[in-house]
């Protein structure tokens, strides 16, 4: 998996339309109109792509106190993808019409089972950018069969967490939300506004660039090693506000070459599902 780019280009995709390899996911999904991605996807979508529901393939929303997009349990996650016709051997390529916010998620989740995913640099903008063809089809994929069970990423937890909230341990907490949000300024979402004590607000749009392409990686290096402090990236843990754009961070450390750092899965909505877990407020130091 590490010798698979995380990025794919809209010009490769396009060529490898039909390779076996590949398995397609259109990702779009919008927080205010949950059903607004499926009714996109079924208007119009990249060849051969199925659609992933972020509320309802990419999260199980009936477990309580994990945040508002709880990770599903992982064996059910691995049924889904086995019935889109995703193998072993398969690489899963994610795509949104929202800089990678989403798409990231699928591509950290099929990390999480040990699968090849990557995410198409641009998403649905850059393939309208090459004058490229939409289907409204949906594919029909012989069931497959995932045999791996390693988990190929790792996730922290809330105790972690509070190691960094009261000053205990070495590890660095990075908040991808906006600064208004991560500063308590606005919280449209969640019941309590402000940030873990500690953590550190580095915005997942500042990953891209003005085409919704991510930086190159030099740049997004010298980002996340200024973050990390000159810490071991498995030393740095992401979070968001329920662990969807936390995965965009990510996803950049990993074009940065910086491999390794963790997810915190249920982020600002889990933090303050107890009331008594400190709250800090104010822009970055």
Known sequence: MASISPLIGVDELHQRLGDDELRIFDCRFSLQDPSLGERQYREGHVPGADYADLDRHLADLTIAHRGRHPLPDRETFIRWLESRGVGDNNTVVCYDDAGGAIAARLWWMAGWVGLAARVLDGGLSAWHGHGLPLRTD????VAARITRRDPGRDESDVGEVMNVA????????????????????K????????????????????????????LPPDRLRERFENLAGGR??????????SGVTACHNLLAMEVAGLSGSRL?????????????????????R
């Open 138 to 141: 949906e594919p029909r994929h």
């Open 166 to 185: 009261t000053g205990v341990g070495d590890a660095v907490l990075i908040d991808a939300r906006d600064a208004s949000r991560y500063a308590g300024e």
């Open 187 to 214: 919280e449209p979402l969640d019941p309590v506004a402000g940030h873990v004590p500690g953590a550190l607000n580095a915005p997942f749009a500042g990953n891209l660039d003005t085409d919704r392409c991510y």
């Open 232 to 241: 071991d990236p498995s030393k740095v843990i992401h979070m968001c506000g």
């Open 264 to 284: 915190f899965p249920g982020s600002w909505s889990e933090w303050v599902d107890d009331r008594d877990r400190p709250v800090a407020t104010g822009k970055d």
